[in-house]
């Protein structure tokens, strides 16, 4: 089993309509969460942590569900520029190793 | 935040030859970087932890002898594909942690693409 999982995509939307998606994480133990963007053939970029009580950054909101060992990201009145790859990230405690899920393309249509 | 650059961004060889790719942090010093290799539509996946002035420490599966890291300084740690195939060709991105920074603390480099004919 991988250790996060996430939903490939695509996701296709218009501008300004909102997107949704999740990832899932194997280990209980893990610590920190995150999500990086990455745009095509660059490299991953920083787009936010996930605190436990759920955080919201502009127009992107995350939670985390560890009970059901979830994180989710929604992005609202999505940008031509929101176009790219969401990478779930996760991290376990005392340890510096990121462990990153494949993935969730969205696709934001003028 | 930090910056990180790798060398080249971009190469094409051979089968059988070897490749060097370096990583810099620019403006910091990074005691750890970290080397992943990335497959099309695949995650990122973690080849070898690289302390400077020791040993990587390389994750499951990944040879040891075929993906040579050397860290000499604070600021330079290279990766050499030996005997290069063209199983290898992948993206290949570095990250440099700041010294008594968190997991947060990693700034990725651009990464360099590697075909191997």
């Known amino acids: 089993r991988k250790e996060v999982e996430q939903d490939p995509g695509p996701f296709n939307v218009p501008e300004g309509a909102t997107v949704a998606f999740n990832c899932t994480y194997s280990n209980s133990a893990s610590q920190s969460f995150f999500w990086y963007r990455q745009d095509c053939r660059k490299e991953p970029k920083l787009l936010m942590s996930?605190?436990?009580s759920g955080n919201e950054d502009g127009r992107f909101t995350a939670q985390l569900n560890r009970a059901s060992q979830y994180i989710s990201l929604l992005i609202r009145d999505s940008k031509l520029s929101d176009s790219a790859t969401y990478l779930c990230?996760?991290?376990?405690?005392?340890?510096?190793?990121?462990?990153f899920g494949a993935g969730t393309t969205v696709t934001v249509r003028a | 935040g930090a910056v990180v650059s790798q060398h080249p961004s971009r190469v094409i060889c051979k089968s059988g030859t070897s490749v060097k790719i370096e990583c810099r942090s620019l403006?910091?010093?990074?005691?750890?970087m970290f080397w992943y290799r990335q497959f099309p539509k695949k995650s990122l996946m973690l080849m070898a932890t690289s302390n400077e002035g020791s040993k990587a420490t390389y994750e499951q599966g990944v040879e040891k002898d075929k993906f040579l890291i050397n860290h000499a300084s604070l600021t330079l740690s290279t990766l050499t594909v030996t005997s290069a195939h063209p199983e290898d060709s992948s993206f290949y991105i570095c990250?440099?942690?700041?010294?008594?920074?968190?997991?947060?603390?990693?700034?990725f480099g651009p990464g360099t693409r590697l075909t191997v004919l």
């Open positions: 996930v605190y436990s």
């Open positions: 403006d910091f010093q990074a005691t750890t």
């Open positions: 990250s440099g942690l700041i010294a008594g920074g968190g997991p947060l603390e990693q700034f």
């Open positions: 990230v996760v991290n376990m405690a005392n340890d510096y190793k990121l462990s």
